[in-house]
């Protein structure tokens, strides 16, 4: 059994699998297992897989039918074989020390899950951006941790990707059928399951910001419904089972979720009325919570707007784009 299975979702990114690939094989920590999911890419992706698989006999492939990033994910989830599980998008890396820091944190302190910081990097561009490298370590409870990875000012974030997870804590969970926002209905499934997490502000996930043909890139489409259902569905669940934390949710909610769909909407140039109605519905029913949330008055101050007088938030959009 290797101490860590990292599992490496990809499709169409034959210009930047093999800095992620070698980020990984060149770990400080060596007890490691790769698991690189081809979800039925149709460029050389497949086989540049193959080519690792020969030269690392610590690398598994799986070529499957193009299903999605949660499809390609649960697929790594059914033959992994290590004690803990980590996940690296396939066209970002990460640093050399990562996993071992990242397993040494469990160990140490006891915990299911350790994380750290991310840092934004660029297309063609390896100066890292990350405000912040304390490199302080904090064992912080289940709440904690959840509403620091929700703030948008902090470098945790709320991807499945720069954390380690114990493997038992993915028995029963598996990534939802949605083709964005998986991780947001994925991560608080598993965080929940244990009482503290270890994290290190240290920024050690390298991020790629602003690639061509990312899911992250696109212009709005149906798919924007995803993004609103597994934000409601975290949302239900925190209500039900960690009330402390709606506020910081729905304030998340807010700004990530309702004011990102209605920013690609305008980018786009789609006007879903339907959509919109909806989302500016839910803004006004929880104002109250989203007043009271550690966003900043700018951003409160867009989401008051945008849930009275769309227009007049399409305008400053538009003018702030320009």
Not at 31 to 44: A, K, M, T, Y
Not at 46 to 61: H, L, S
Not at 196 to 213: E, V
Request: glycine share 4%.
């Amino acid at each position: 059994m290797p101490k860590v299975s990292v599992i490496v979702p990809v499709y169409k990114v034959e210009n930047y699998i093999r800095k992620c690939v070698d980020s990984i094989r060149n770990q400080t920590l060596t007890d490691i297992e790769i698991i690189l999911v081809d979800d039925g890419s149709p460029d050389q992706c497949g086989k540049i897989c193959n080519e690792y698989r020969e030269k690392d006999p610590r690398i598994k492939v799986i070529h499957k039918k193009n299903g999605g990033i949660s499809d390609a994910r649960n697929a790594g989830l059914e033959i992994v074989t290590g004690d803990y599980i980590g996940f690296v998008d396939s066209d970002d890396y990460v640093s050399p020390t990562m996993f071992e820091v990242l397993y040494s944190l469990c160990v140490e302190n006891y915990t299911m899950i350790s994380g750290c910081d991310l840092a934004y990097v660029y297309d063609g561009d390896d100066e890292k951006f990350c405000e912040h490298s304390s490199e302080n370590v904090y064992v912080l409870s289940s709440s904690d941790f959840y509403s620091k990875m929700l703030d948008v000012q902090d470098y945790v974030r709320s991807g499945v990707w720069n954390k380690l997870y114990k493997r038992e804590l993915f028995k029963g969970v598996k990534f939802p059928n949605a083709a964005i926002a998986e991780d947001v209905g994925t991560v608080y499934k598993v965080i929940f399951k244990t009482d503290k997490i270890s994290y290190i502000s240290k920024p050690m996930y390298y991020y790629l910001k602003q690639r061509i043909g990312s899911l992250t890139n696109q212009k709005y489409s149906s798919k924007e419904y995803d993004r609103i259902r597994m934000n409601n569905e975290m949302v239900e669940y925190i209500k039900n089972n960690q009330p402390e934390l709606l506020i910081t949710v729905m304030g998340f909610r807010a700004v990530n979720c309702h004011l990102s769909v209605l920013n690609i909407m305008i980018k786009s140039g789609v006007n879903d009325k339907q959509t919109i109605s909806l989302l500016q519905k839910e803004l006004r029913s929880n104002m109250k919570y989203i007043i009271k949330s550690n966003q900043s008055i700018i951003k409160k101050g867009q989401v008051i707007i945008a849930s009275y007088i769309f227009q007049l938030y399409k305008l400053i959009i538009k003018r702030r784009k320009s």
